[in-house]
């Protein structure tokens, strides 16, 4: 059942993590998350203060910790300190693995932390030596690899901001996203593989080009031919070939000095640059990573990311951490759906990441890694982008490992950072998130602005956060960044989800609140329906939209199949039994239909928001944030829709 029990933490476990240490020291005991949680909401300069301490953040911390605004926007963390993003990352710069790069064509490579600070410091003085400082872009078309981490954190090292796409992002949507940043270099591979074949890159290097004129594009791997590039173009071998490795004199800067600029899907319009902090960024990650996740000095970390993806920037900040990053480019499943399970015991992981939608289809293909892997080290896996089904928390106990810490985390682009995840000190219970993050005020308002008291709400955060932006790129007033988050509810953060706190303390989330179905003026969450569908054997994926119907709205229920499956009158029976039983009548489709595809944002999440305006007759534009933009037409003028 939902809510039961799934894993609970043995006593020695908890007393050996950092959440455990952190709460003796704060006064709490191990296992009392509810106070040590309201002390780090109600006591926000204790709380930073110790977790500046904790984590022996390197840099001058200065005399003030907090310092309360007109509003939260205004609210100021560490306003005197002076810190480097890069040199917490790049400390102890020894022989210990620091990244273990995979690729999909079988390509392992490995750097030390010493490798590692070499090739920074390479890249630094190259860097300064095309006239890039403080302040200036450096933009990346690029693969979750070793010279994209090095470049990351060089540009950071002198206090440049980086902004990436991963390189399947078409012409149209790197020129949006990096283009609008106006990039002082471009750095960018030619080609990628993905599922067995090679694609190449040159169109959208040279959209990007186009609409931005870098100095310099810098070339990470193997080309015959500059001249097929715009602008000025270097192999990155030549590039470094004048610069010897050699003490990295790193830029600290204040605690909110621009990092990172990451960009919205870009589904409902051009995509927002939303600019990250860096020393908000550091500590907030430290945060997640040692006592969320319980990451340890010399453990193996793995998240399976692209580096147009949030969880890219995440999984880099675990060097901070002493961590091994162990990277893979490439499709998950290619050649066989237990590739990454292979890496998993190859590379000894601690701490293993992915999506729920990767969970979902190790479930849909049978796998069952328990039976074929060792999984030794195996002790946390973390799943995010879209809400865990408790059938994921199924197959993960059933099919993977009985003692592993599965923490389902939720945050976004937005803050860079998580609102609700896992607490290794408390059992892990069944289609929940164990809680919300330590100085994370989080609870769901209704449409009045008032907290619910039970059932699901509008996602806010009634303080502020150190995954606060610092705001939009181009946006001089602020006022998008307001309209974005702020001016929903007054006073709070409003983030577009639809949550709901479960009587043990865990929370769901309920799908985007944007896309927050209502038919009958009854607010349904679309992961309510999701619940009950996905397990169904036939079904291997399902998105559910609002049409606007007779001065109301219905639901629309499109499945993508099984192969051989046909949705014939009998399965769509079982699939509104299902949902009237394990939901509410008012959550069973006025319709369901059979897709070939949904489409998905580059980072994987479907696009409810595009198949809503599909259905609903709205003009299907070029959309460069979908993946699969072409799938739509399987959704707009269905003769179905009619009546």
Request: hydrophobic content about 40%; aromatic content about 8%.
């Amino acid at each position: 059942m939902d809510g039961d029990v799934m894993f609970n933490p043995d006593p020695q476990r908890v007393a050996g993590s950092a959440m455990a240490r952190f709460a003796e020291l704060a006064g709490f005991a191990p296992t009392d998350y509810d106070g040590l949680h309201r002390w780090s909401v109600d006591e926000v300069e204790a709380f930073h203060s110790a977790l500046w301490s904790a984590f022996d953040v390197v840099g001058q911390r200065g005399e003030r910790v907090y310092v309360p605004g007109a509003t939260i926007r205004e609210t100021r963390f560490f306003p005197d300190a002076e810190v480097n993003y890069a040199e917490n990352l790049l400390r102890e710069a020894d022989d210990r693995l620091a990244i273990i790069a995979h690729r999909e064509d079988g390509t392992r490579r490995t750097l030390t932390r010493a490798g590692l600070y070499g090739l920074v410091s390479r890249m630094v003085k190259a860097l300064r030596a095309e006239g890039i400082g403080v302040g200036d872009r450096v933009a990346g078309i690029v693969t979750n690899d070793i010279e994209a981490i090095a470049l990351y954190l060089a540009s950071s090292a002198i206090g440049a901001v980086w902004a990436s796409c991963s390189p399947d992002f078409g012409p149209a949507a790197a020129a949006d996203r990096l283009g609008q940043v106006e990039p002082s270099l471009l750095v960018a591979v030619p080609g990628y593989g993905y599922g067995g074949k090679r694609f190449d890159t040159t169109a959208s290097i040279n959209a990007v080009v186009a609409a931005s004129a870098p100095k310099r594009v810098v070339l990470l791997g193997a080309v015959e031919d500059l001249s097929a590039y715009e602008g000025p173009a270097i192999a990155l071998d030549d590039w470094l070939v004048p610069h010897a490795a050699e003490e990295i004199d790193f830029l600290r800067q204040g605690f909110d000095a621009p990092h990172a600029i990451l960009f919205s899907s870009g589904t409902t319009g051009k995509p927002k640059g939303i600019v990250h902090g860096a020393g908000r960024l550091l500590l907030q990650h430290l945060k997640e990573h040692q006592l969320h996740c319980d990451l340890r000095a010399g453990d193996r970390f793995f998240y399976y990311t692209t580096c147009g993806w949030m969880m890219w920037n995440w999984l880099v900040s675990g060097l901070a951490s002493g961590a091994t990053l162990v990277t893979y480019d490439g499709n998950p499943a290619f050649p066989h759906a237990g590739r990454l399970a292979d890496i998993i015991d190859a590379e000894e992981i601690d701490i293993f990441g992915t999506s729920a939608k990767f969970i979902d289809a190790c479930n849909k293909a049978r796998l069952r890694p328990r039976d074929t892997h060792r999984l030794e080290n195996l002790r946390t896996i973390l799943s995010t982008g879209s809400p865990l089904l408790p059938d994921g928390f199924d197959h993960i106990y059933r099919d993977w490992k009985r003692d592993v810490h599965l923490a389902s985390i939720s945050g976004g682009t937005d803050i860079c950072a998580c609102f609700l995840g896992g607490v290794p000190t408390l059992p892990v219970r069944r289609g929940e998130m164990q809680g919300a993050m330590l100085g994370m005020d989080v609870a769901g308002f209704d449409q009045a602005g008032k907290p619910v008291v039970a059932g699901a709400g509008e996602l806010v955060c009634r303080n502020a956060h150190l995954s606060m932006p610092l705001g939009f790129w181009n946006d001089a007033d602020g006022a998008r960044y307001r309209a974005a988050y702020f001016e929903r509810f007054e006073g709070v953060w409003t983030h577009g989800d639809y949550v709901e706190k479960r009587p043990s303390g865990g929370y769901v989330i309920h799908g985007r609140s944007d896309a927050t179905l209502n038919p009958g003026g009854i607010r349904i969450g679309t992961a309510e329906i999701y619940r009950q569908v996905e397990p169904i054997p036939q079904i291997l994926e399902a998105i559910a939209v609002g049409q606007d119907w007779q001065g109301d709205q219905r639901i629309i229920l499109f499945v993508r199949l099984a192969d051989g499956v046909v949705l014939n009158d009998a399965l769509v029976s079982e699939i509104k039994r299902r949902i009237r039983a394990g939901a509410t009548p008012r959550h069973v489709p006025a319709k369901i239909l059979a897709v070939p595809d949904i489409p998905r944002t580059r980072s994987n999440k479907i696009a409810e928001l595009a198949v809503r305006d599909a259905v609903n007759g709205k003009a299907l534009e070029n959309n460069p944030g979908l993946a699969n933009p072409e799938v739509l037409l399987h959704f707009k003028d269905r003769p179905e829709l009619v009546d």
